[in-house]
């Protein structure tokens, strides 16, 4: 993936480009909008809507959420399933051995913790981060870098009406520009981009 040509796209301006819509991203873009309610702010999500690529569930700590929206059980966070005991087993040929909690540090214990699907509280947490004023894009997922001066100026989404051998059906639209002032990448652990600027800043 190379520096994206400038080409004749449509281009929007922001204060700040996130690109993915996940937890990290979102709540980046939900505290933004908490610290200064005039930052204009957009999420870049690349699959069909928010949610849709994080499938797993999870054991979640909520001290973090606690922080970030202090109300979060009163605006119906989908934080539901309180753990209340952990058990930790060694399985034999026909036993298993209950090891005591006491044998383990603090951090392996759950409880208080809450059972969660990611996937539901990504949507929640995108809900939250629109109704502060945050534009989230699903499935725009961002394609190309916009580099100007060794400086990244924002992101470019992919382009639509492609065929699959490469050319331009009659439904062609390129990408937009989507430019900020600061561009935040939260892909994610295998985000394309976020490899691209990797090699390219040696980061």
Same mark, same amino acid.
């Given at each position: ?11 929007? +301006? ?7 819509? !996940?937890?990290? %991203? ?6 933004? $909008? ?22 797993? %569930? ?26 209340? +005991? ?25 409880? %208080? ?9 990504? $949507? ?6 629109? %109704? ?11 394609? +190309? ?23 331009? $059906?009659?439904?062609?639209?390129? !990408? ?25 800043? !040696?980061?």
């Amino acid at each position: 993936m190379a520096e994206a040509e400038t080409t004749a796209r449509e281009s929007m +301006d922001y204060d700040v480009v996130i690109v993915g819509g !996940g937890p990290a %991203g979102l709540a980046a873009a939900i505290r933004l $909008k908490q610290l200064d309610m005039e930052i204009s702010v957009c999420v870049l999500e690349k699959g069909s809507e928010i949610g849709a690529h994080i499938l797993s %569930g999870a054991v979640i700590d909520p001290r973090a959420l606690s922080e970030l929206i202090p109300d979060w059980k009163d605006k119906g966070a989908p934080l539901d399933t309180e753990v209340r +005991d952990d058990r930790f087993c060694f399985f034999g040929k026909s036993t298993a051995l209950t090891i005591p909690h006491i044998l383990f540090p603090p951090l392996m214990s759950n409880r %208080g913790n809450y059972i969660v699907s990611l996937s539901n509280l990504c $949507k929640w947490l995108g809900q939250q981060a629109e %109704g502060l004023g945050v534009e989230i894009y699903p499935g725009f997922p961002a394609h +190309d870098l916009i580099i100007e001066n060794n400086v990244v100026k924002g992101v470019i989404t992919g382009d639509l009406g492609v065929a699959k051998d490469g050319h331009r $059906k009659d439904s062609y639209t390129p !990408g937009m520009e989507l430019r900020g002032k600061y561009t935040l990448f939260a892909e994610g652990a295998r985000g394309s981009l976020s490899k691209v600027l990797g090699a390219k800043f !040696g980061l």
